[in-house]
T-cell receptor
Framework: GENVEQHPSTLSVQEGDSAVIKCTYS??????FPWYKQELGKRPQLIID?????GEKKDQRIAVTLNKTAKHFSLHITETQPEDSAVYFC?????????????FGQGTILTVHP | DTGVSQDPRHKITKRGQNVTFRCDPI?????LYWYRQTLGQGPEFLTY????????KSRLLSDRFSAERPKGSFSTLEIQRTEQGDSAMYLC???????????FGPGTRLTVL
């Protein structure tokens, strides 16, 4: 089955700096890659996603890049703010009948210091 | 609240007891997923439904776990003969189709004593 590795497990930045979280996946048939933000005690919420026919996607301060050849994708947050502090999870989904079944990474605890 | 809801939010049980959780997806969402999340880990896929049909069940899931979605609306997840290792947050998510965003519920936190 699919396996997703996420790094780093913790990331600490100063407000205004950029943060980058990286994930690798094992199954080349994966074609959908969402990123979720989970605040303490709350449900995961989708912040951005990318499909395999696109190399990069941006939404205001958040961007995701995908390298299908290397089987890795990254989340980039620019101009970080204290409210960005949370746990971030990457995920991957296979195509076909398994489309939508998500395999998650282990998570990255992001702390943004004011 | 038109989001995904789950009931109960917390469940404490003794080892060996059976427990049942309920998930109400967003109206008209055809896909419904169950995940399990332990502290410090990402959600782990358990099973999912397309309408009332259960399409896949994780190989990691023992036969003590069963899920239903009888009318293609709400779903239940039952764990029989609970073990301490079953302690976790059980998350439900729904989506309009396989290709749409999954919206998560607040989860049911299970503690097995």
């Amino acid at each position: 089955g699919e396996n997703v590795e996420q790094h780093p497990s913790t990331l600490s930045v100063q407000e205004g700096d950029s943060a980058v979280i990286k994930c690798t996946y094992s199954d080349s048939a994966s074609n959908y890659f969402p990123w979720y933000k989970q605040e303490l005690g709350k449900r995961p919420q989708l912040i951005i996603d990318i499909r395999s026919n696109v190399g990069e996607k941006k939404d205001q301060r958040i961007a995701v890049t995908l390298n299908k050849t290397a089987k890795h994708f990254s989340l980039h947050i620019t101009e970080t703010q204290p409210e960005d502090s949370a746990v971030y999870f990457c995920a991957a989904s296979l195509g076909g009948t398994s489309y939508g079944k998500l395999t998650f990474g282990q998570g990255t605890i992001l702390t943004v210091h004011p | 609240d038109t989001g995904v809801s789950q009931d109960p939010r917390h469940k404490i049980t003794k080892r060996g007891q059976n427990v049942t959780f309920r998930c109400d997806p967003i109206s008209e969402h055809n896909r419904l997923y169950w995940y399990r999340q332990t502290l410090g880990q990402g959600p782990e896929f358990l099973t999912y439904f397309q309408n009332e049909a259960q399409l896949e069940k994780s190989r990691l899931l023992s036969d003590r776990f069963s899920a239903e979605r009888p009318k293609g609306s709400f779903s239940t997840l039952e764990i029989q003969r609970t073990e301490q290792g079953d302690s976790a947050m059980y998350l439900c998510a729904s989506s309009l189709s396989p290709y749409n965003e999954q919206f998560f519920g607040p989860g049911t936190r299970l503690t097995v004593l």
